[in-house]
């Protein structure tokens, strides 16, 4: 899942953005509202996830601007504000979820992962496996076996094959691999891209799972 977090609190920044990432996500992190405005315009995310109390443009402000712009993303807030009048306002001018800090930062991973089936459940299927021939993902655990052995995958090798799976029949170009499988601040290239399915190709051959990633020439990188 790619993540936009909105915090404006470093330390908060920087334990979220770890552990999100230690978790399998890609994140990208704004320190205020206007910041956020223009991540926003350069990219797509899954899930935003909105501190309230922002400067320079407060997450309300921010909230329904977005909206106002035909922006759908699911966005879960964050907010030290408990009362009930604040959980309202927060759902009336746009959000989905509304999580009170402190908070324990499994449940925060729970309400991202409800986010994700709401908005796309197909990806989930409800389930936290997935069979393709004769390989098993195992989305939980992040790993893949063959004939229960496990196929050794580096985290970018693991992220690229679960979005192919999950997007069966989709033709991903590198430029669109980039953007959903990197942060903006990641310096990747097309050569880095195509090392990365060139080395996972050559795993998936080793288990017997050779030709499974195609390619279509001038567009990109699929699975059938």
Do not use: C
Not at 84 to 97: P, Q, S
Not at 124 to 148: C, M, P, Y
């Amino acid at each position: 899942m790619k993540i936009l977090l909105v915090e404006d609190s470093h330390s908060l920044q920087q334990s979220l953005t770890a552990g999100l990432k230690n978790s399998g996500h890609v994140v990208d992190g704004a320190l205020d509202g206007e910041s956020a405005l223009g991540y926003i315009s350069a990219s797509t995310y899954d899930v935003i996830v909105l501190d309230m109390m922002l400067p320079k443009l407060s997450g309300e402000e921010f909230l329904r601007k977005i909206r106002r712009n035909g922006v759908s993303t699911a966005v879960l807030i964050l907010s030290a504000r408990d009362q009930v009048e604040d959980r309202i306002l927060g759902l009336d001018v746009g959000a989905d979820d509304y999580l009170v800090k402190p908070f324990s930062f499994e449940e925060l991973l729970s309400r991202l992962r409800a986010l994700e089936r709401r908005v796309a459940p197909s990806r989930w299927e409800e389930e936290s496996s997935t069979v393709i021939g004769a390989l098993v993902i195992n989305r939980k655990q992040r790993k893949v076996f063959h004939d229960d052995v496990e196929v050794v995958l580096t985290p970018s090798e693991y992220a690229l094959l679960d979005l192919l799976v999950l997007r069966r029949g989709q033709v991903f170009s590198h430029d669109q691999l980039i953007e959903r499988l990197y942060d903006a601040t990641s310096n990747v290239t097309r050569n880095a891209v195509e090392a990365h399915v060139s080395s996972l190709r050559k795993k998936l051959a080793n288990a017997d799972e050779a030709g499974l990633i195609k390619t279509r020439r001038g567009f990109g990188y699929y699975i059938e």
